[in-house]
Structures are given as structure tokens and as C-alpha cells.
């Protein structure tokens, strides 16, 4: 490719750039979610502009954007199993916001592995920070680490991805995580946030879709799809549909 046409390229990725963060700008004017618990989680965040990514991060590991709540809320509100039993790992946390929305929940644990220092330190002031009367799980822990070399928790049991990073990096990640559900044999979920990693999980085994489409209320560029281990002829603890 010229230089010419990879520098087109590179300004076409920008505006389509643009256009999303004034999307994901408009959605959080209106959700209020910063302003209503004191933190610091909407404003996107490129992986370059704290020169910690090298070549191969700039390619695989994606740049930080929020999820927007509401698709957040639904999902981890239907998950399959019993929030109590469970910890719940956030993979490329960024400034955690999803591990903020999940302490809402009864989650045994919630664990958040973020690539970037930078992002790390803010997330970690964010859970100091935030100020939720509906919080019911304290025990928060923000891991400063790349995905792939995280080890899975044998009472892991939802594994939350909104396009983090590339299929080459995803498939690393679920082979650790299959391996430690083989090694204890336990419900468990995934919830795709985007469709970005889809094809990644879509017909792999040991995972089947659970329920319909979960839709986003904001947009529906954040549909989220949940897949669950086929344990013994059932789903998970409670097999059926998301409902
Ligand atoms: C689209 S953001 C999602 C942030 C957060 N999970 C949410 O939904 O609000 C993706 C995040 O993944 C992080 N990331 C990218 N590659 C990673 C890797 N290999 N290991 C850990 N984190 C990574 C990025 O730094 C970024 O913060």
C-alpha cells in the first residue's frame, strides 16, 4: 500500500472514530452515569497516548470505550447463574465502569484485567470514588496485566468482553479459560458485548448461545449475545432462556 493510501486510511478510521465517541458522548449526556456517582469513566482513550503499546498492542489490543449502562445492567441481570456463587472477570476493564455497574450485583468477586497502567490507576480511584448506595459487592480487584496471561479463577463464572481486543488474542483467552473449567467442571458464561468477537465464540465448543440477543437500549451497535458450558445435558445452574 502507498504512503498515500494508508494515510487515507488512517483518516477515514478517524472520522468513523469521531462519529462513534459523539455517539457514545451523546448516550452518556443522557445516562448521566459519571455526574451521578462521581467518577470518571466516558471519555474514550487510545492505547498510543500513554506509550505503553507497542506494534503488536496497537494491532490487536483495542482502544478504551465505555459500555454504555443500560446494555450492561440487562446483561449482567440475565446471566445464568447465581451472582453470589460466582466471580465475575471483566476483560480489558479501562477505567471500570462494568466492574462499577457489577458490584451492583451480589457477585462473590469482581475482577477487572486491563493492559494499561494508565487506564489501571483510574479505574482503581473510580471504585474508591464511587459513590452507589445500591452496591452490593465490595470485593473489587483491578488487575494490571494482559488478558492472556491472566489465570483463570476456579470460581470464575462470568466472563464479560466488550471488544477488547483481536480473534488472535480472544482464542489465546478462551483456551484458558475452557482449560480451567475442564480442570473444574462449573457453570459458567460469556457475554459478547458488539459483534466484534462473535465469530470467535459462535459454534466453538463447549459453548451454545443462551437465550436471544440481549438488545441494547441505547444502540443497537451494543446488542449482546451470552453463551454458556453445556455441563452434563444442562445449560447452567438454571437452564433455560435469558428471561
Ligand atoms: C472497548 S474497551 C472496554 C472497556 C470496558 N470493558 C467497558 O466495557 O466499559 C477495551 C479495553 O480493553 C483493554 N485491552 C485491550 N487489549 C487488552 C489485553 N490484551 N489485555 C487486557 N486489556 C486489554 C483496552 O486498554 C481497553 O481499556
Given at each position: 500500500?502507498?504512503?498515500?493510501?494508508?494515510?487515507?486510511?488512517?483518516?477515514?478510521?478517524?472520522?468513523?472514530?469521531?462519529?462513534?465517541?459523539?455517539?457514545?458522548?451523546?448516550?452518556?449526556?443522557?445516562?448521566?452515569?459519571?455526574?451521578?456517582?462521581?467518577?470518571?469513566?466516558?471519555?474514550?482513550?487510545?492505547?498510543?497516548?500513554?506509550?505503553?503499546?507497542?506494534?503488536f498492542d496497537l494491532l490487536n489490543n483495542y482502544r478504551y470505550s465505555p459500555s454504555p449502562t443500560g446494555i450492561l445492567r440487562a446483561?449482567?441481570?440475565?446471566?445464568?447463574?447465581?451472582?453470589?456463587?460466582?466471580?465475575?472477570?471483566?476483560?480489558?476493564?479501562?477505567?471500570?465502569?462494568?466492574?462499577?455497574?457489577?458490584?451492583?450485583?451480589?457477585?462473590?468477586?469482581?475482577?477487572?484485567?486491563?493492559?494499561?497502567?494508565?487506564?489501571?490507576?483510574?479505574a482503581t480511584r473510580n471504585v474508591m470514588q464511587y459513590a452507589s448506595a445500591s452496591k452490593r459487592c465490595n470485593d473489587i480487584d483491578i488487575r494490571h496485566q494482559s488478558a492472556e496471561e491472566f489465570e483463570i479463577p476456579d470460581d470464575a463464572g462470568v466472563f464479560y468482553f466488550y471488544e477488547p481486543f483481536s480473534s488472535t488474542v480472544a482464542e489465546?483467552?478462551?483456551?484458558n479459560i475452557e482449560r480451567s473449567i475442564r480442570r473444574v467442571p462449573r457453570a459458567a458464561v460469556i457475554c459478547l458485548v458488539g459483534r466484534a468477537l462473535?465469530?470467535?465464540?459462535?459454534?466453538r465448543a463447549p459453548w451454545v448461545p443462551f437465550g436471544p440477543v440481549v438488545q441494547s437500549p441505547e444502540d443497537h451497535y451494543f446488542d449482546a449475545r451470552l453463551f454458556t458450558v453445556h455441563v452434563d445435558g444442562a445449560h447452567t445452574a438454571e437452564s433455560g432462556s435469558a428471561s
Open positions: 500500500m502507498t504512503d498515500k493510501n494508508k494515510r487515507r486510511n488512517f483518516l477515514d478510521y478517524l472520522k468513523v472514530q469521531e462519529a462513534f465517541d459523539a455517539k457514545v458522548a451523546e448516550i452518556d449526556q443522557i445516562d448521566k452515569f459519571d455526574v451521578s456517582f462521581g467518577v470518571e469513566t466516558s471519555t474514550p482513550f487510545e492505547s498510543w497516548d500513554a506509550g505503553e503499546a507497542d506494534n446483561v449482567i441481570s440475565q446471566v445464568p447463574v447465581n451472582h453470589e456463587e460466582v466471580t465475575f472477570i471483566d476483560f480489558g476493564s479501562g477505567k471500570g465502569r462494568v466492574l462499577l455497574v457489577a458490584s451492583e450485583f451480589p457477585f462473590k468477586r469482581i475482577i477487572g484485567v486491563e493492559l494499561s497502567g494508565h487506564l489501571c490507576n483510574i489465546q483467552v478462551l483456551e462473535v465469530p470467535v465464540v459462535e459454534g
